[in-house]
């Protein structure tokens, strides 16, 4: 397999590349701007929208008895109604079947035991990895291409992301998903860089032990495990020295070495089970205790096995109508956003209202993260970019697996997981036009990137009370309703 060549679009980059505090002062500058946009109003809905109306009570439950319990009718209301500390009688003392790891759970549960069991409680833990995914995209991206200008505009793109900064302010899995996959994916390019100059290995230790808590808080980040895994390799064998011992030497110092890696994943994937495991309560958790055959497991091992292939013979046979599934082929074109909450309260000081919590993307950077997807794959397979293919291939493994299930109900809002990648590539493909138009102005001064930032920004205004929950008008409502699957 071909090296990545070095490109005159590398040694361009390379021009741009000030190291030292001006490698930061962009990235913390976007991050700040992000915890700006996504704090304001965090509490807001006073309400448990979508999904929340699991995870926030599983990680109470979590966060009391170590596993997940049934509630009680009409728990939700009873919890809102509650001071966010004398909540306990929710739970009844049956387990409850549940079918995601705990991990993400465990997050939300971090946030509930500071501040109680409140919306703002709940939220704000999704809140900080959502703003921390910000400075880690700017600072990976400026890795990636040696250029302050491009890991800032990347950053800056995510700060200004609708899907991203709605699903910030919702206690949902998926974006702790995404930033356990956005750092193993940091952890993946540092270490290619210290193999290179032949420094320890130890980052893709720290990958390895990030894409655990990723699969521990999603299954969907097996995609990305077994993706990062095979760059990893590619890039050991590539930096082999290329002779008749290449494949032997390889062999020996990376591939059998890394088969100890899914021993380090699966021990992290096991701890995250701690509290089913070390507790009598959890659903099936003495499954086999009661079993004439025995396994060569241990009893608590052996009943988390069983209750594993209940779970996924849940996500195998998914495909529950649902008014807002949508097909993760139109996913990039973010054609069927998931409204996770509306009511229509006279609150606004019309005489009707809308009130609206949905993650919907910046379309334009999401219809143009599809042009500059395009790009980025055609210069990852035609011309082995070094930035542009471990983000094509980091890209693919968010979206691709996803199309093979067509039949599963799935949602547009878990491809938060991969739109760090989708404005990486669009950072990337506007600093190139902008080469191609005005090269000889500052990075930012040239209008390409100029435009399309102040568009960007405006759109997001545009958008903010829809990401929000704010109420508004019907009218103005519907002037944000661009596209009938919209509504």
């Not at 760059?231 to 050991?236: A, K, N, Q, S, T």
């Not at 091992?301 to 008014?323: G, R, V």
């Not at 000081?349 to 794959?377: D, M, R």
């Amino acid at each position: 397999m071909q090296s990545p060549r070095r490109t005159a679009f590398d040694l361009d980059l390379a021009r741009n590349n000030v190291g030292g505090w001006a490698g930061w002062r962009g990235p913390l500058s976007v991050t700040v701007l992000a915890a700006l946009i996504r704090l304001p109003y965090l509490g807001q809905p006073k309400a448990i929208i979508f999904d929340e109306t699991y995870y926030v009570k599983d990680s109470l439950s979590l966060l009391n008895f170590g596993y997940e319990r049934k509630v009680i009718e009409n728990a939700d209301a009873a919890l809102l109604a509650s001071d966010g500390i004398n909540y306990q009688s929710i739970f009844t003392d049956a387990a409850s079947y549940v079918v995601h790891p705990p991990v993400g759970k465990w997050i939300i549960a971090s946030g509930e035991s500071i501040f109680g069991a409140t919306p703002f409680g709940w939220r704000i833990a999704v809140a900080v990895l959502g703003i921390l995914s910000v400075l880690l995209t700017a600072r990976i991206a400026r890795r990636l291409t040696n250029s302050n200008a491009i890991g800032t505009i990347a950053g800056l793109l995510l700060a200004l992301d609708g899907l991203h900064i709605a699903m910030s302010r919702t206690a949902l899995l998926d974006t702790s998903l995404s930033f356990f996959v956005l750092a193993a994916f940091g952890f993946l390019i540092i270490d290619r860089d210290n193999a290179n100059s032949g420094r320890t290995k130890i980052w893709r230790w720290a990958m390895v032990l990030a894409l655990g808590l990723a699969c521990a808080t999603k299954w969907s980040g097996l995609y990305f495990a077994a993706a990062f895994g095979i760059l990893m390799l590619v890039w050991d064998y590539e930096r082999r020295s290329k002779n008749l011992e290449r494949i032997t030497s390889w062999l020996t110092k990376d591939f059998l070495p890394a088969l100890l890696m899914p021993i380090l994943a699966v021990g992290v994937y096991l701890a995250s089970w701690y509290g089913w495991l070390t507790t009598s309560g959890g659903w099936n958790r003495n499954w086999a205790a009661g079993e004439t055959t025995k396994s060569w497991l241990p009893d608590s091992l052996a009943s988390l096995l069983h209750y594993h292939q209940e779970m996924l013979s849940f996500h195998t046979n998914l495909a529950t109508p649902h008014s807002y599934s949508a097909s993760p082929w139109t996913w990039p074109l973010m054609i069927r956003p998931t409204s996770f909450f509306y009511e229509t309260q006279l609150t606004c000081g019309s005489a009707s209202c809308s009130q609206e919590v949905i993650p919907l993307g910046n379309p334009f950077i999401w219809w143009g993260g599809i042009i500059a997807i395009s790009f980025i794959f055609y210069f990852a397979v035609a011309r082995r970019h070094s930035a542009a293919l471990p983000i094509a291939l980091a890209f693919a493994a968010g979206w691709i697996p996803w199309l093979f299930f067509p039949e599963r109900t799935v949602f547009s809002f878990y491809s938060v997981a991969f739109i760090p990648f989708t404005v990486m590539a669009l950072a990337l493909t506007l600093y190139l036009a902008s080469q191609k138009v005005t090269s000889s102005r500052p990075v930012f001064w040239r209008w390409p990137i100029t435009t399309f930032i102040v568009l960007t920004a405006a759109l997001t205004i545009f958008f903010y009370p829809i990401l929000t929950g704010h109420s508004i008008s019907h009218e103005m409502w519907q002037l944000r309703m661009w596209l009938p699957s919209w509504v």
